[in-house]
């Protein structure tokens, strides 16, 4: 187990310095400007260490590890595509973005197609998006202090939900460049030194000197398992185990375990697994071994991650702090560099998960590896403060996802959406844009927390990249053709949503389309809109000349204002707002 009291105090550290420098931060900020863009003025590398601590999510500190315990080398495309993400910001969107003068989704949509209703379907989409990214978010939250302290998992999802809100509403999130890069240091410190030296810890083992041979998942010492929710456990190899007086003798095969069920495995036998997951070594150690269908979801998760990034709300504001089109860009190099240097570290708690802590493959708790690591390999006060360094990362990889999100959608909704004529409250907003994603988080369920986030960058790759993509490079976009595109793409995507919540552990081929959907609903979205936008060709807006070479101008050339919203909308001819 985990060290509570250690792993508590490394939390209430972590968000008491969130929260404390941000409130010192935010003394220096006056305008608008300075708080949603920053003066427009942040540097580049600056500017790429709050992006990374914003992006940087409890799929990346936690799920990541967690699909590598269960997965194997398959897992590895989770990262890859996380990080690849911005490599296509980086060529397709971040400088013409930085030139709209769009702050946000809805703001580019309304400047370059000349829609309102198009910007209020937009706005919903965006809040969509969002809710999907925080339910995971606020799922793992529970399933941390689950871990760290043994409280019900419905507290720890409110307890953050409670933080987030806290966070939001006093203001501390006003330096937000400097809060996200903090956590980004944070998040990096408290995966690399454990990472380290649990790994020197592994090395000085004899028994795992000699890796000619991949080790099988077993139990290297008298285990007893806990069951807090139903499960089905596959076994390959027989296993002698007590439940409770009674002992078992378990052929291979699939076996249904009830809530409450305590299982004691003796030293050294073979660890059965959650059905669904592999427990085959060599299949574990081995990419694309279910074949064709195989192949299909990896392709899908690399679609899905690698057009996704471009289309979560709380990513592309963060482009507009930077001075120019080329910042922008500069910006986005680094954080490749910074994503890549940190993806690293989980993948080796994945490694070392499977020989220390195999009782998370029954559990299906695989996502809280890198919780329980440090005390299992240790077991002494060193591994208790490692623990607590890897609890602490975990809050503020929560912290810093879920606060950006909230920030975001309740900045979105608040200028934008109105009751009986009048505008809402940012606080009332922010309180509802949290309310619904933790009632959603609320019930507890085994999806891994990667796979959850995946289908997030779904969404956002099925909707806003054709718009994004096509609007930025291809004058002959319409405002019918990208809502049309975005309807059919995130319709896709959310009957894909409903259909996992009945696949359960089933394995098929509709089951692998409902959880990985993107290489199917990307490229819908993307034809649809083409062919709309062909069909109603007569509507394209008449400024579309002015506001294509907004986009694509250099800098020197001072076609950028620098004035936030649908700057290039307001400078466009007033001929074309019949389309809205």
Not at 184 to 203: C, N
Not at 363 to 388: R, S
Request: hydrophobic share 50%.
């Amino acid at each position: 187990m985990v060290s509570s009291s250690w792993s508590l105090l490394g939390i209430v550290l972590i968000v008491a310095a969130t929260l404390g420098i941000g409130i010192w931060g935010s003394r220096s900020a006056r305008t608008t400007s300075d708080l949603s863009a920053a003066r427009q003025l942040v540097p580049e590398e600056r500017n790429a260490v709050a992006i990374s601590g914003e992006y940087l999510s409890a799929a990346s500190f936690l799920g990541v590890a967690g699909l590598v315990l269960k997965d194997g080398a398959d897992a590895l495309w989770y990262p890859i595509g996380f990080t690849a993400g911005y490599l296509a910001l980086m060529l397709f969107v971040a400088a013409p973005m930085r030139r709209s003068g769009a702050y946000t989704l809805p703001d580019f949509a309304e400047a370059r197609l000349d829609s309102l209703h198009l910007r209020a379907l937009c706005t919903v989409l965006v809040v969509v998006i969002g809710w999907l990214y925080l339910v995971p978010q606020l799922q793992a939250a529970g399933l941390a202090l689950a871990a760290i302290v043994g409280v019900p998992y419905w507290v720890g999802v409110c307890a953050v939900a409670m933080i987030v809100l806290t966070s939001v509403l006093t203001g501390a999130l006003r330096a937000v460049t400097l809060v996200q890069g903090f956590q980004y240091w944070a998040k990096l410190f408290a995966i690399t030194l454990p990472a380290f030296v649990l790994f020197l810890v592994f090395l000085t083992e004899p028994q795992h000197q000699a890796l000619d041979e991949p080790l099988p998942p077993v139990f290297q010492r008298d285990t007893t398992v806990h069951l807090d929710t139903d499960v089905r456990l596959q076994v390959r190899e027989p296993v002698w185990l007590a439940d409770g007086a009674d002992t078992l003798y378990l052929q291979p095969g699939e076996y249904s375990m009830a809530a409450g069920t305590e299982l004691r495995f003796p030293a050294g036998a073979a660890t059965p697994v959650v059905s669904g997951a592999d427990p085959n070594n060599a299949d574990w150690l081995r990419p694309q071994n279910e074949g064709f269908r195989g192949l299909f979801e990896t392709y899908s998760v690399f679609i899905a991650t690698f057009l996704g990034t471009m289309g979560l709300p709380h990513v592309l504001a963060r482009f507009y702090t930077n001075p120019s089109g080329t910042g922008a860009r500069r910006t986005t190099l680094y954080v490749l560099v910074m994503l890549g240097a940190f993806y690293l570290f989980p993948t080796i708690f994945g490694l070392l998960s499977r020989l220390y802590v195999p009782q998370l493959l029954v559990t299906g708790e695989a996502d809280a590896a890198v919780l329980l690591l440090p005390q299992a390999m240790l077991g002494n006060w060193a591994g208790g403060l490692l623990a607590a360094i890897t609890a602490a990362g975990a809050f503020s990889a929560f912290l810093s996802a879920s606060s950006g999100l909230v920030m975001s959608l309740a900045s979105v909704l608040s200028s934008r959406v109105a009751w009986r004529g009048l505008k809402l409250d940012f606080r009332l907003v922010a309180a509802l844009a949290c309310l619904a994603p933790t009632l959603l988080a609320l019930p507890e369920d085994n999806h891994d927390i990667a796979r959850s986030v995946g289908l997030a960058f779904a969404m956002a790759a099925s909707t806003f990249c054709p718009m994004l993509v096509l609007g930025i490079w291809w004058r002959g976009l319409t405002a019918a053709g990208a809502a049309c595109g975005m309807v059919a793409g995130g319709s896709l995507v959310l009957i894909a949503v409903a259909l996992t919540q009945f696949a359960g552990d089933s394995v098929g081929w509709w089951t692998t389309l409902a959880r990985q959907p993107a290489l199917v609903t990307v490229p819908i979205a993307f034809a649809v809109t083409y062919l709309v936008s062909r069909a109603t060709r007569a509507r394209v807006p008449d400024g579309v000349g002015r506001v294509m070479l907004r986009l694509h101008a250099p800098d020197r050339l001072g076609f950028f204002d620098g004035r936030l919203g649908a700057g290039a909308a307001e400078q466009a001819p007033t001929k074309g707002r019949h389309h809205r």
